[in-house]
């Protein structure tokens, strides 16, 4: 190949690379101005549907202005058409209230010209009445004068003076309005106590007609029997220490002495005597009796003692039908299984004081359980009466109030020694515990202050101006009096019985209630011959 031949072969190469070059740029530029045409007609759509967008979103505000416009001026309207009928009725008040006014001033004249005219009768009347009251004066003048010479008259007629005719005219009105007090007095007690006291009556002796219980006379001791005297020896122990060990352990006073097979337990703690009784019944039966084996048996009759308690509680309970006693209740009412009051057992006394409540509340159309609670605890405060200072009522109150008993039941316990008791649970328990002590056979008492008593009545009523003599019968529960009927009216009998009852009050101390009853007959007596 010739050189020709190669620059030949050059330039046509270079000839097409550069027509190439030139087809590829006018290929290029043709497709920008393809894009560019795409383009241009793509935002021009763009255009016309934001367009066609603002015109429609421009309609709807457009819209929506003119229905809230429309609104606005509506809800305007009605305020209006309110606000003027709220006018009109204002615009009424306001001449109805004219109107009143007129009329209460017109009210007003017609009323100023009545005062005036009764002003000037008033007048008229103060003149008259003055011109009498002078006249008056004058003629009382006149008749004091005359009275003075009448009074004048009468002493001299009388040959008293006027305050001694003044003494003796209050002296008979005063025992007159005396008399005529008691009949008046006597006629409204008795219809007052006409129907009262028949339903009291019939109450009270159904409820004795329906329970009565038995007591056992416990006191301040107890008596132990013994085999034979040679274990009074062992139970005294070596330089008494075993008897010390006993006291010591059980806080009694063991009496030994020449009483044949029988020691004495004093103590006024009735549960300390029970555990001691028990204990020494056990060591004399054991045989064992030294200080440590004491201790082991006092403990476990303390056990005994404790469980014999809750046992008489739950069954007490058992029987009257009451619940929900908080625990330490039943344990303080299961103490009093061995407390007396003049030898009545308390633990009796107050189931069958329950039993009572709740007849007489049955009667009385009453909450039966509630009055059978308010009896079985009214003497819980005996149980800790021996350290608590003060009334056992009061104190079973305070203590009912810390278990959380109910307030009726805590006033019916401390108000049932009261002379007013303030509720009908108080009344009712106060009527129970009263019948219950106070019925025969219930309690003993000794047999000097027994005399006492009925003498101190006797005493009493024979003191008594027109009083002959007088009986306490019925173990005192009943005072019987004789009077000279000379001397004493119907009606001064019974003055008489209120006044000695009264002093009764005042100065003797007695248990339940004494009833006083006053004699006065006539005797006619004439001889056959």
């Not at 200080?291 to 058992?318: G, M, Y």
């Amino acid at each position: 190949m010739t050189d020709m031949d190669a620059l030949i072969g050059i330039g046509t190469g270079v000839a097409g690379l550069v027509a190439g070059v030139v087809g590829a740029m006018f290929l290029g530029r043709s497709r920008e101005q393809q894009a560019m045409a795409e383009s241009q007609k793509i935002r021009e759509d763009m255009i016309r549907k934001a367009e066609l967008r603002a015109r429609e979103i421009e309609k709807e505000i457009v819209d929506k202005a003119r229905d809230r416009a429309q609104k606005t001026r509506e809800e305007l309207e009605k305020d209006a058409k309110e606000a003027l009928r709220e006018a009109e009725k204002s615009e009424k008040r306001m001449r109805d209230k004219e109107r009143e006014a007129q009329q209460r001033l017109d009210k007003l004249d017609r009323q100023e010209r009545d005062l005036n005219g009764q002003r000037d009768g008033l007048k008229r009347t103060e003149q008259q009445l003055a011109e009498k009251s002078r006249v008056i004066e004058t003629q009382q003048q006149t008749w004091k004068e005359k009275h003075a010479q009448l009074q004048k008259q009468l002493e001299q007629t009388a040959s008293l003076t006027a305050d001694e005719a003044k003494r003796q005219l209050l002296a008979t009105v005063e025992d007159e309005a005396k008399l005529e007090a008691a009949r008046v007095m006597k006629q409204a007690e008795a219809q007052a106590k006409e129907k009262a006291e028949e339903n009291a009556k019939k109450i009270i002796a159904l409820a004795i007609n329906r329970y009565s219980g038995d007591y056992a006379a416990e006191r301040m001791v107890s008596v132990v029997k013994i085999p034979n005297d040679e274990i009074k020896g062992r139970i005294i122990g070596r330089e008494g220490r075993n008897i010390r060990a006993l006291e010591v352990a059980t806080g009694m006073d063991f009496i030994i002495d020449d009483t044949p097979e029988t020691i004495v337990i004093s103590g006024y703690n009735p549960l300390r005597r029970e555990v001691a009784k028990r204990s020494l019944e056990k060591l004399i039966q054991d045989g064992r009796i030294h200080p440590t084996r004491i201790e082991e048996v006092v403990a476990k009759s303390e056990k005994e003692v404790e469980k014999s308690c809750k046992e008489a509680a739950e069954q007490a309970i058992l029987d009257l039908g009451i619940t929900g006693l908080h625990p330490e209740v039943m344990h303080l009412m299961g103490s009093l299984r061995y407390r007396t009051s003049y030898t009545q057992n308390q633990l009796t006394h107050s189931m069958e004081v329950a039993f009572m409540c709740g007849i007489m509340a049955s009667e009385m159309k009453l909450n039966v359980a509630m009055a059978r609670r308010c009896g079985f605890l009214h003497d819980i405060g005996k149980a800790v009466s021996h350290d608590v200072e003060g009334p056992h009522a009061y104190i079973g109150g305070d203590l009912l109030r810390k278990y959380g008993e109910k307030e009726d039941v805590i006033v019916g316990v401390s108000c049932h020694h009261d002379d007013d008791p303030p509720t009908i649970w108080a009344a009712i328990t106060q009527a129970a515990d009263a019948l219950s002590a106070a019925r025969p056979g219930s309690r003993r008492e000794q047999m000097e202050n027994y005399i006492k008593r009925v003498e101190s009545l006797e005493t009493i009523a024979n003191g008594f101006p027109g009083v002959e003599r007088s009986y306490a019968v019925q173990a005192g529960r009943e005072l019987r009096i004789m009077v000279d009927n000379s001397k004493v009216t119907d009606e001064e009998a019974y003055m008489l019985s209120r006044e000695i009852a009264k002093k009764i009050e005042a100065e003797v101390t007695y248990p339940g209630q004494i009833k006083i009853t006053v004699f006065r007959e006539t005797r006619a007596t004439e001889f056959a011959r």
